[in-house]
């Protein structure tokens, strides 16, 4: 399993954007499917955006479409989401997860998920 650690949390008004990082440990990045998920409280943890392990395929949730953006830099071990156009309702924990796969594909179930980070707090205020 990899270890991952997310950052770049915090308070945001609404409309302001932030950028959250997450990097892994080890020396086969490039073998991982990453994902974000986030989780409000008293809710179920929902899939936000997913990424291969190529970087070719990417996918987003449609509460997050043209809004957030995943990218990877392999260079780094490191996952991104730019979440621009903030909303109050984005306010959550954010965890990123890693999948060690062999196929060329994006994943959004947690299920489907092997490791995971400790998550990162993001709150919008209006």
């Known amino acids: 399993q990899v270890q991952l650690v997310e950052a770049g949390g915090g308070l945001v008004q609404a409309g302001g954007s932030l950028r959250l990082s997450c990097a892994a440990s080890?020396?086969?990045?490039?073998?991982?499917?990453m994902g974000w998920f986030r989780q409000a409280p008293g809710k179920e943890r929902e899939f936000i955006s997913g990424?291969?392990?190529?970087?070719?395929?990417?996918y987003h949730a449609d509460p997050v479409k043209g809004r957030f953006t995943i990218s990877r830099d392999d260079a780094e071990n490191t996952v991104y989401l730019q979440m621009n156009s903030l909303k109050v309702e984005d306010t959550a924990v954010y965890y990123c997860?890693?999948?060690?796969?062999?196929?060329?594909?994006?994943?959004?179930?947690?299920?489907?998920?092997?490791?995971w980070g400790r998550g990162t707090q993001v709150t919008v205020s209006s």
């Open positions: 080890g020396r086969t990045f490039s073998s991982y499917a």
């Open positions: 997860a890693a999948r060690r796969t062999l196929q060329e594909r994006t994943f959004t179930r947690a299920a489907e998920y092997d490791s």
């Open positions: 990424i291969s392990r190529s970087g070719a395929n990417i």
